[in-house]
């Protein structure tokens, strides 16, 4: 199981990478193994504020449907557009280009509450 230490996570199962003001948001290599082929990623709220925990757009997968929620507060700046086209890189790659949205964040000090690499391993028992 990857779980990149440089990375926050969340117990919704999502990675956040912090640069600035702006954080890039996909789901872990956990949830991608467990959701099995990703055939759809959507995202309708590109250019909305949404608060930390709303739900920001669904993945579906051969076997079910998942929400993803915001890990942090702010506005959706921009939408990953390569996975309307490979919603399996998410898959392949979920670090790398199979991320999904970027934030930029409302409230920095919200990343404090994120989970680091190791918490994230023990929520999954890993």
């Given at each position: 199981m990857n779980i990149p230490s440089e990375l926050k996570y969340t117990k919704d199962h999502e990675w956040v990478k912090i640069d600035g003001d702006i954080a890039t948001v996909g789901i872990t290599d956990f949830a991608q193994s467990e959701l099995g082929d990703i055939v759809y990623v959507e995202v309708e709220t590109l250019d909305e504020t949404l608060d930390k925990e709303e739900v920001f757009g669904t993945v579906e997968a051969v076997k079910t449907v998942s929400d993803l929620f915001l890990p942090l507060s702010g506005e959706i700046v921009e939408f990953n557009e390569a996975l309307e086209d490979e919603p399996e890189k998410v898959n392949t790659d979920?670090?790398?280009?199979?991320?999904?949205i970027k934030i930029k964040m409302s409230d920095a000090s919200e990343v404090?509450?994120?989970?680091?690499?190791?918490?994230?391993?023990?929520?999954?028992?890993a």
């Open positions: 979920p670090y790398g280009d199979g991320w999904m404090e509450g994120l989970m680091s690499a190791d918490d994230y391993k023990s929520l999954i028992g």
